[in-house]
């Protein structure tokens, strides 16, 4: 299990507040401010759980200490303690948890899910895939907004956007290929069994505490067109979405959230700042090929992190080993999701050297 790191929270939190008391800061970047704010007002509260916490533990310790130690082993002065011990079982269970994020984890992030090899069944399960980060946004209660949907009747590609409380801890375990199998019904009243895979890549918001890639207006290339949606009297008669490209590296973003053109750049140049940020961060790692799964090609041959077999109902995580045969309720994203994902940042630190 993971230790709480009460120390290094302290830490942090020294830090975040010694730059927001600096005025300068609030007057140069706000929105960088606000952030930080938000980081800072979460320590605080979790700083304080844990120290309340730590304090009536030891207290219960001390008068199960004292009873042992004079021989009092009456039920009625031991049995509350015990009592209280317990109740705190599930404080700590959640505080450990915690401990399993680490540092970049409190950031918002950028979510893209893609279609691949099944066609328009692939492009079916991006919605679905849609629908279950949604749910699990509105369980945790964050905020979701779709930056891109790539939608011709079919969905091929979407990105979300989802700010709040560690976004990215813990959707950052749902890089890879996700594969679906699934009964297809044929004409002539026939059906066969079908696999279909969607990738889906994880992309955290630039950090607040170090430099950010710095994007030069020679080096983009910037493209308008309408947004998709419906048709008829919503269609729309103007240019509102933007795809912007990073020319030195290829890479390209699209947002038509908005409806008006200058916010939609504003948040497509934010995600494309995200993306070459992430690209970076993973170069220095030695990981710089994990970045590039916008150009993997997502079929048999890819290992693929989770199974929806949807005919036989069953969820089948290879990376921890987690099972459940609830799948409509793991698709609609309520807290099966969350446990899946627990489970895993659980197997990640089991595997971490002493």
Not at 253 to 258: D, L, T, W, Y
Not at 259 to 275: D, S
Request: proline share 1%; aromatic share 6%; hydrophobic share 35%.
């Amino acid at each position: 299990m993971a230790v709480v790191k009460h120390d290094e929270k302290v830490e942090k939190l020294t830090t975040l507040q010694k730059l927001l008391d600096q005025e300068e800061i609030w007057h140069s970047d706000p929105d960088k401010a606000k952030r930080l704010h938000r980081q800072q007002s979460l320590l605080e509260r979790e700083t304080g759980e844990l120290t309340v916490l730590h304090s009536q533990l030891n207290n219960a310790k001390e008068l199960l200490e004292l009873a042992l130690e004079e021989g009092d082993y009456d039920t009625e002065l031991i049995g509350p303690v015990v009592t209280e011990l317990r109740e705190h079982e599930a404080e700590l269970d959640e505080m450990q948890l915690l401990a399993l994020f680490g540092d970049g984890d409190d950031r918002d992030c950028y979510l893209e899910i893609k279609s691949g090899m099944g066609g328009l069944d692939s492009m079916k399960f991006v919605d679905t895939l849609v629908g279950m980060y949604t749910g699990f946004a509105e369980e945790n209660g964050w905020q979701v907004d779709v930056l891109e949907l790539d939608d011709d009747g079919v969905t091929r590609q979407a990105t979300l956007k989802f700010t709040g409380e560690r976004a990215f801890g813990w959707l950052k375990t749902e890089r890879g290929i996700h594969r679906f199998v699934h009964w297809n019904k044929k004409g002539g009243g026939g059906a066969a069994r079908q696999t279909c895979f969607v990738g889906v890549h994880v992309i955290p918001e630039v950090g607040e505490l170090g430099a950010k890639v710095e994007l030069q207006t020679g080096d983009l290339k910037i493209e308008t067109m309408r947004a998709s949606g419906a048709g008829g009297q919503h269609v729309n008669k103007r240019a509102t979405a933007v795809r912007i490209t990073h020319k030195p590296t290829g890479v390209s973003v699209r947002c038509e959230q908005e409806r008006e053109l200058h916010i939609n750049k504003g948040l497509a140049l934010e995600r494309l700042q995200a993306k070459l940020q992430a690209m970076n961060d993973e170069e220095v790692a030695q990981k710089k090929a994990a970045l590039h799964e916008t150009g993997t090609i997502i079929n048999w041959g890819s290992e693929y992190i989770r199974s929806y077999i949807l005919d036989t109902k069953l969820i089948s995580d290879s990376r921890c080993g987690y099972k459940s045969t609830k799948v409509d309720q793991f698709l609609s994203g309520e807290e099966l999701l969350g446990k899946c994902v627990t489970a895993h940042l659980l197997k990640q630190v089991e595997m971490q050297p002493d």
